[in-house]
């Protein structure tokens, strides 16, 4: 069983940046690969962002591409979401996830944190 643990949320004004981590436990956390979700109140989780197991080929929903970069360190099991020139749109709870493959992080992750809250002010 994948556990994942977010942490790094907080309170950012506009412009600013803020980074999120993720520390995985479980059988054989370094394979799978890893991605984040958000979910505003009152609307469906939506994708944000994924990456491989081995660090590769990492993926972004549009409104993030350009501004917020995924990345992982297999050693620490952890794998991080920093967010730049962050928008109040941006304000969410953030999941983590986790799965075989990258294309299931990214459509129907089996595995999810308990989530992070990030507010941006304007």
């Known amino acids: 069983q994948e556990q994942l643990a977010e942490s790094g949320g907080g309170w950012v004004e506009a412009g600013g940046p803020l980074r999120l981590s993720c520390a995985a436990s479980g059988r054989t956390p370094s394979r799978y690969a890893r991605g984040w979700f958000r979910q505003v109140p009152g609307k469906e989780r939506e994708f944000g962002a994924a990456?491989?197991?081995?660090?590769?080929?990492?993926t972004y929903t549009d409104s993030v591409k350009g501004r917020f970069t995924i990345s992982r360190d297999n050693a620490k099991n952890t794998v991080y979401l920093q967010m730049n020139s962050l928008k109040p749109e941006d304000t969410a709870v953030y999941y983590c996830?986790?799965?075989?493959?990258?294309?299931?992080?990214?459509?129907?992750?089996?595995?999810w944190g308990q989530g992070t809250q990030v507010t941006v002010s304007s």
């Open positions: 990456i491989s197991w081995i660090g590769g080929s990492p």
């Open positions: 996830t986790a799965g075989e493959r990258t294309y299931t992080v990214r459509t129907s992750p089996p595995y």
